[in-house]
């Protein structure tokens, strides 16, 4: 694809395998890397996909995760693969049937039977790194500065809440219970103004309109 050799050219369609980037830095994973070249790619004016696992809300850090529930709730331009799946399948028919660009480090030796001619194509599967909180994929010709989630979601017009939060695990809600019994503790006997303290919520807002809902199906919606 001559698009490749100029740089930042615009391409058909960029499928973004979001679960291999996010293992760029080695573990754990991080949302924050498939998310900043998205939005470096999409500040070009670039039509792209990122693809998700099924168990992805639960392999991204806890402070991520709101950032990934309201990524699914309010962009269209995201899929995760239906439940007990992975997403490479998926992404890999996507790619074959727009003609798209993939970013991943994946060889996907898995599906080499099915989608060989994608797979060994030159040009149809481009890597990158990271070095010094700057995404590269030489490419490309990008250059992303790795985004703090406040700032992902400042870019992608998200309204974290309490909505957006995935269900907790175990462990986390066990923590969860024992902040809650400590702080009604300390309203108990502190005497404070307004009387025990029940708990304490905390949202999240970024500025700028949200996107349309959807984690469309992979077979179906190309943005």
């Known amino acids: 694809m001559q698009g490749l050799e100029t740089n930042e050219a615009r391409l058909p369609v960029v499928v973004i395998d979001a679960m291999n980037l996010a293992y760029w830095c080695g573990a754990p994973p991080s949302l924050r890397i498939a998310l900043s070249v ?11 996909r990122l693809f998700f696992d099924a168990n992805a809300a639960y392999v991204f850090p806890e402070q991520e995760r709101a950032l990934y529930a309201g990524l699914l709730a309010q962009c269209d331009f995201v899929t995760q693969a239906p439940s007990g799946s992975d997403a490479d399948p998926l992404l890999l028919r996507y ?8 970013i991943s480090r994946d060889h996907y030796k898995d599906h080499r039977k ?5 797979i060994k194509a030159p040009g149809r599967r481009v890597q990158g790194f990271v070095q010094e909180d700057v995404v ?9 500065p790795l985004l703090g989630v406040a700032q992902l979601a400042h870019a992608y017009g998200l309204r974290l809440t309490a909505k957006c939060q995935p269900p ?14 400590a702080a009604s503790t300390a309203g108990d006997t502190g005497g404070g103004v307004g009387g025990a303290v029940s708990g304490v ?5 970024a500025t700028g309109s949200g996107a349309d809902t959807g984690a469309a199906a992979a077979d179906t919606g190309a943005t």
Request: charged share 25%.
């Open 38 to 48: 998205a939005a470096a790619l999409r500040a070009r004016g670039q039509t792209l």
């Open 114 to 118: 099915r989608f060989r001619r994608l």
């Open 201 to 205: 919520t905390e949202t999240a807002e």
């Open 168 to 181: 907790l695990t175990a462990s986390a809600a066990a923590a969860a219970d024992a902040e809650a019994g």
């Open 136 to 144: 590269t994929i030489e490419a490309l010709g990008l250059h992303a």
């Open 95 to 102: 790619a074959r049937d727009c003609n798209g660009v993939i």
